[in-house]
């Protein structure tokens, strides 16, 4: 990357927190009696919430949430929605009272890759070279 895409980077960068920042000044009282946010990947994410806590943040920003089992956590769901243009992620919520983690065993296809060539760069060193 040169000096160029770096700044470019920077800005955008600078850019999307200036969005988030904007987003919490405007909906400042949204916030009021929630579970303290955190800023992860651009987001809002609220982490670890109780079924209380999830129905505040819910209320707060109403709209469609997906959720889905955490991947690290499995007694643990995810939820995810947009507000405003600004996504926002419960973390590792309390499932809702109608659903329930089942874990399950299914069977994956068998996949066969072809055979094929690929470019690598490998070391060579003569034989009185030193590390």
Known sequence: MNIQEIIDSLNREIA??????????????????????????????FDNCDREQIVRVVKAFPGRWDKSPNPSQQTRIDYETEFDGVKIRLWQGEPPPSCK?????????????????VKR????????ETA
Not at 101 to 117: G, Q, Y
Not at 121 to 127: A, F, T
């Open 16 to 45: 999307t927190r200036e969005s988030l920042k904007q987003f919490i000044i405007w909906h400042a009282a949204r916030f009021h009696g929630l579970p303290e946010p955190h800023i992860y990947h651009h987001q809002i994410d």
């Open 101 to 117: 983690l089942v874990e399950e065993e299914i069977e994956v296809p068998e996949t066969i890759v072809p055979a094929h060539k």
């Open 121 to 128: 760069v490998r070391m060579v060193c003569g034989e009185t």
